[in-house]
């Protein structure tokens, strides 16, 4: 019932910056808990960032820190990923999850998005 679908990735520069976004359907996105996580090839899914529920507190992973900002519009049901400063270690398919409480691992989160790819070339 609870669909995410993810946007806004591309191929870009080093130092550039990306907005990524992710629509949530059948539910309201306060409901959850809401994470961005990322994938590398031949890596294992990594988080980036959650939000707990109800404009609860964030929590972000080292790499994210001072460079990636997670945000939400209650109104369109979307959560955002702000990133900046880019460099060739971002490059991954990044996902969104959601799930009743904030974890940093994948088998806390109960629904994920199909992922969006950003490429960041040297």
């Known amino acids: 019932q609870v669909q995410l679908a993810e946007s806004g990735g591309g191929l870009v520069q080093t130092g550039a910056s990306l907005n990524l976004s992710c629509v949530v359907s059948g539910r309201a996105v306060n409901d959850y808990a809401m994470g961005w996580f990322r994938q590398a090839p031949g890596k294992e899914r990594e988080f980036v960032v959650g939000?707990?529920?109800?404009?609860?507190?964030?929590y972000y992973a080292d790499s994210a820190k001072g460079r990636f900002t997670i945000s939400k519009d209650n109104a369109k049901n979307t959560v955002y990923l702000q990133m900046n400063r880019l460099n060739a270690e971002d490059t991954a398919v990044y996902y969104c999850?959601?799930?009743?409480?904030?974890?940093?691992?994948?088998?806390?989160?109960?629904?994920w998005g199909q992922g969006t790819q950003v490429t960041v070339s040297a």
């Open positions: 939000i707990r529920r109800n404009g609860g507190s964030t």
């Open positions: 999850a959601a799930d009743p409480n904030l974890s940093t691992v994948v088998r806390g989160w109960r629904y």
